[in-house]
């Protein structure tokens, strides 16, 4: 879950009735207090699960402070000391990213929930991965799996049938019959590892193994909600399997 304790290091931004500041340094101030003037402010600040605030380009938990803010659950301490932190910042479980460059927009891109960990302690924000690889002309769909007793990502996508059989030089007839097609895996992870240098992706971003399903994530299979949103662990149940394989293929180093 979100860090509740404030660490050393503090990144905080006034959002509403923000005067530009452009002064150098701006991004180490420390977090402001409510005063008897803040009456229109709403205070934020990104944390991760890790306990580290995060450089305002950078995403984690939106936390938020101000007289917008509610103040607490009626009669439940026990929420109440979940929600927020010591500063007075409700964590909304939310995970967002401040854009400078952009009037510091700030937009939501996962729940702290969908947050795994890896093997080295890096935390993977599988929504930040996903909008960038989703923009291959290979992949009609794709989810990003990963547990924290593993050092790999796996992606686990639903090719676009049409570009890969082209790509690939075969019809769709003789593509949808292999899903360990080795030439369509090699394919895609080219294909992912381009976006991945273009989004300045780190090492452990990266995609090194693909799980192929042509089946996709649908309604009927329960793998999506009426909503069109991924159903995480019912992909992973499903796929189980065919993960624990890929992961025991790995050699260890």
């Known amino acids: 879950g979100a860090a509740t304790q404030r660490p050393s290091s503090v990144k905080s931004r006034k959002m509403l009735d923000k005067k530009e500041d452009d002064e150098e340094g701006d991004n180490d101030e420390e977090p402001k207090k409510r005063g008897a003037n803040d009456e229109q402010n709403l ?40 929600a927020f932190d010591k500063d007075g910042y409700f964590h909304t479980g939310d995970v967002g990213r401040i854009f400078p ?12 929930k969908e947050i795994f960990k890896l093997s080295q302690g890096e935390y993977i924000i599988p929504a930040k991965l996903e909008s ?39 019809s769709i007839e003789e593509l949808v019959k292999d899903e360990d097609n ?14 991945s240098e273009e989004a300045h992706f780190n ?19 329960s793998c999506m909600t009426p909503t069109m949103k991924i159903v995480r662990k019912k992909v992973e149940l499903k796929f189980k399997p065919r993960i624990d ?6 050699p260890i180093k």
């Open 203 to 221: 090492g452990l971003e990266k995609v090194k193994y693909v799980l192929l399903t042509f089946e996709g994530f649908t309604v009927e299979n």
């Open 132 to 170: 960038v690889y989703s923009k291959s002309d290979f992949i009609q769909q794709i989810m990003i799996y990963g547990n924290s007793s593993m050092n790999n990502i796996i992606a686990i996508i639903c090719p676009d049938k049409k570009h890969c059989a082209e790509a690939l030089n075969i």
């Open 245 to 250: 394989e890929i992961y025991n293929s790995i």
């Open 101 to 112: 460059n952009y009037g510091n927009g700030l937009k939501i891109v996962d729940r702290v």
């Open 43 to 82: 205070y934020i600040k990104l944390v991760m699960a890790r306990n580290k605030y995060t450089e305002l380009s950078s995403a984690g938990e939106i936390c938020l402070q101000g007289p917008l803010i509610f103040k607490g659950y009626y009669k439940n301490d026990e929420e109440n000391a979940r």
């Open 182 to 195: 080795r030439k369509l895996q090699d394919l895609l992870i080219n294909d992912l590892a381009k976006l």
